[in-house]
């Protein structure tokens, strides 16, 4: 009979104290970039071996201790020791998405099958006989393993409390039967008949046998695994030799027969598992000694230590999840010479033309590692790198959530590769990078920090002609920098473009927004072009530095800004569009273009202080502050430039004045605070308030002049005219303090 999938487990040792707690020995990570090798921590520095590893990443084999080996899980980089049944020996061999983990562990003088639920182990027992081992278990908590009983070897299934034997194995000429994998509902395995050995598979509850799975050429076969697609895998002699086999979708279509999957140079090879992608993992001779292998339709076998290189080989895989995380164990100058277990994350890279992200299609173009492209439902998670740069121009939907740690979009010059988000969230834990030629559209969240690079591109889009108008938004949760382009446009809805952490528009940046409704949670920082046309509303603090330019643009474009505009660049509105600002504006920036501009929620000009220029049609209801600190305009003290366009003044609109610099003023002190473009008739209203700072005793203010030349005088006392305001540290103006504002 061929070798069984757990050759030599079932020693049998003497009854011993076990320790549960044993020093933990910090994981070695070595990294590639399109593969992530890790070499599993230890329990006391000896050897180790990984066997099994569900969807959640979640590892289980076994790790030696001083008195033995114990069955123990790896989770997020930690091992924890399961302990044992009361003997020194224990191996787990499987573990399922709830985390129920099977193997066998030594109890008095035999050895049992054992369930670890919830942090307990629990002793299966034995169809008679002192040995039992569980070998796989399912979702719904359905065990499949074998126990022996005179020397034979039964397969059993454990459910609803009690383990069981397969009756439709009791016929004559069977000697034996092990079961090793399980599915949703079927099992393999091999059992020996006429003294032969044959792979068979049957239905859980035990009809339904079929060993007629065919072989490669020789009398032996042994079935390893089972997806629910009803792939099998194992191994089959050919003669004069044992190769690893594929079966695919063998339930429905059992003449399709079996694929050798070969071996990597030397004689024999062996597969251990497939997931539901169809990938295969196992281990083959080489001709110098045995390394792990996967397998795929599409690029045959490959040998992994192509991947990890000479620092580690890994010697057997053992197991494989649906995410590309092959577990096994190897050895190499990386771990002293000694086995221990791996786990080794194959990332993908995104070949070929159009298609769907989570492969709905039931095809794939997610090239492992450069291992090939599996064949069905791959999976992204967490734990990958993402590449997705095919070399041509390429459109790849994602409809779904999926996850990633990091994402590449583009990079190939002249090409253009879209990532289309169709609803639902991109989580990609690490950051999303969109290259030259890259695009990044839709609708629904990335969930990730997101750099978009010179020839890059972010935008909202329908994605698809069924969309309603407010699922038209694209919500970027994470901070941005942009040196490409971010664009939210719409013609007949609404483009809603949602950014919950810090946008930074760099000097080579564009964010283009046209019927946009814009919500920045951290604000922007812009240090490039924003181009805004249409019925466009922004909430959220901008920030607009120097050299950087805000365009109000297009026929009768109307643009509101809710929160506080800093201003040190330039903002520019056109004929016939409007820009309404709700927050405080202010900064030393000009706003120039014969368009209108409502500052609603106050004017300060200068950076302590400054002179702007505010040029076209500009209407004042909110305060507007102002600092003297001397009597030279714009060095200082703030002046306001008016050209091109009337200046309209609410009566609700206040001027409030502050001393800087602890400036005193004297008798004559002139202050040029406004230029009203020479022309009185450019001006229509005046303050409703007029709030300015105290003088010594024996000065007032003399505002003749404020709206015809937008100057302010100091004057001594006794003054007379009418029109002049006599404030004194014991007037009127006494009650507002000397303050300094100051523009950040």
Known sequence: MLATKNTGKDIRISLAFFTLLAMLISPKVFSNPRITLEILPNLTGGTSEAYGINDAGQVVGRASTRRGSNAVLWEAGEIVNLGTLGGDTSTAYAINSKGQIVGDSMVGQGTHAFLWDSGGMKDLGALGGSFSTAQDINDSGHIVGYSRVDGKSNAFVWMSGEMKRFETMDYSGVESSEAYAINDYKVVGTLKHEGEAKAFNVNIDGYRLDMGLGGLGGNDSIASDINNHSDIVGTSSTGSENHAFYLTDFNSNPQKGMVDIGTLGGKNSAAKAVNETQQVVGESDTGNGKHAFIWNDSTGISDLAGLTGETFVPQSAEDINNYSQIVGYGSGEATEGSKQAYVLTLHPDWTGGDGDWDSWSWSSNWNWAGTGVASRNAKTGSMHEVVINPGQSATIRSRGNNQAKTVQIGGTEGQRVTLAQGGGTLNVTHGTTVENGG????????????????????????????????????????????????????????????????????????????????????????????????????????????????????????????????NNGTVIVTDGSTLSMFGLTDGSGNFIGGGTKNFAGGYAVGNSPGESILEGSVNFSGEVLMEIGGTTPGTEHDKIIFSNGEVNIDPSAALNIFWTNEYQALAGDYFDLFDWNGDYSALNGTFGDLLLPALSNGFVWNIDDLYVDGSIRVAAVPIPAAGWLFFSGLGLMGFFSTRRFRME
């Not at 969240?445 to 694209?474: C, E, F, M, N, P």
């Not at 664009?487 to 946009?516: D, I, P, R």
């Open 439 to 566: 695009i990044l559209e839709g609708y629904g969240r990335i969930q990730s920090d997101l750099h978009v690079l010179a020839g890059g591109k972010v935008r909202t889009s329908d994605v698809s002609d069924s969309v309603t108008q407010s699922d038209i938004t694209l919500e970027l949760s994470g901070d941005v920098h942009n040196e490409g382009k971010i664009e939210a446009l719409a013609h007949n809805k609404v483009a809603k473009l949602f950014v919950t952490g810090e946008l930074e528009n760099s000097s080579g940046g564009q964010v283009n927004l046209l019927n946009a409704q814009v919500e920045l949670d951290e604000g922007i920082k812009n240090k490039g072009r924003l181009n805004i046309a249409g019925f466009t509303t922004i909430a959220g603090e901008i920030v607009n530095q120097e050299e950087a330019r805000i365009s109000v643009s297009g026929k009768e474009s109307d643009v509101i800004m809710w929160d506080n505009l800093h």
